[in-house]
């Protein structure tokens, strides 16, 4: 049995770097469902081609392989519209699922606001780690 005790194996399939969203950025996706219901969750990582998001209930028909039409990234007054492919669904703790997304911009201007939004968090997350630094190398060494 796989660590954690889960049966399910969950195979790594974006060749791109994911950068967490923190709840307080209040980052979500927004969708119209395969039954006609625009859905809107919150996204929980991102990258330059895809997505992932939590949902409080699984709905009908955001299986693998389905088609979410009409979708948008917002982040605060940041509108990334596209369409979704849905690379999976499963379920996390209690009743919580978490969905993962690939993430096709509509326009060369949503594209180019996506690949912004993701270098900014790319940006971040490199000063974060740099700020951290390393003991082994912030120890000068003695002659």
Same mark, same amino acid.
């Not at 974006?14 to 809107?40: N, V």
């Given at each position: 049995?796989?660590r954690?005790?889960?049966?399910q194996?969950?195979?790594?399939r974006? &060749?791109? %770097?994911r950068?967490?969203? %923190?709840?307080?950025?209040?980052? #979500?996706? #927004?969708f119209?469902? %395969?039954?006609? #219901?625009?859905?809107?969750? *919150?996204?929980m990582?991102?990258? !330059?081609?895809?997505?992932?998001?939590?949902?409080?209930?699984? *709905?009908?028909? +955001?299986?693998?392989?389905?088609?979410? *039409?009409?979708?948008? !990234?917002?982040?605060?007054?940041?509108e +990334? &519209?596209?369409?979704?492919a849905?690379h999976?669904?499963?379920?996390?703790?209690?009743?919580?699922?978490?969905?993962?997304? #690939?993430?096709? %911009?509509?326009?060369? +201007?949503?594209?180019n606001q996506l690949?912004?939004?993701?270098?900014?968090?790319?940006? &971040?997350?490199?000063?974060?780690?740099?700020?951290?630094?390393?003991?082994?190398?912030?120890?000068?060494p003695s002659?």
């Amino acid at each position: 049995m796989p660590r954690g005790g889960s049966m399910q194996e969950q195979v790594q399939r974006r &060749k791109d %770097p994911r950068y967490f969203l %923190p709840h307080a950025l209040g980052a #979500e996706l #927004e969708f119209d469902g %395969p039954d006609g #219901e625009r859905y809107r969750f *919150p996204l929980m990582d991102i990258s !330059i081609r895809g997505a992932s998001f939590s949902l409080p209930l699984r *709905p009908e028909g +955001i299986d693998e392989g389905a088609m979410l *039409p009409n979708a948008s !990234i917002l982040v605060d007054d940041l509108e +990334i &519209k596209g369409n979704l492919a849905v690379h999976y669904t499963v379920r996390r703790f209690r009743a919580n699922y978490s969905c993962g997304v #690939e993430f096709f %911009p509509k326009t060369d +201007i949503d594209q180019n606001q996506l690949v912004s939004f993701v270098s900014r968090l790319e940006a &971040k997350d490199q000063a974060k780690r740099s700020s951290l630094g390393h003991p082994c190398m912030d120890v000068t060494p003695s002659e």
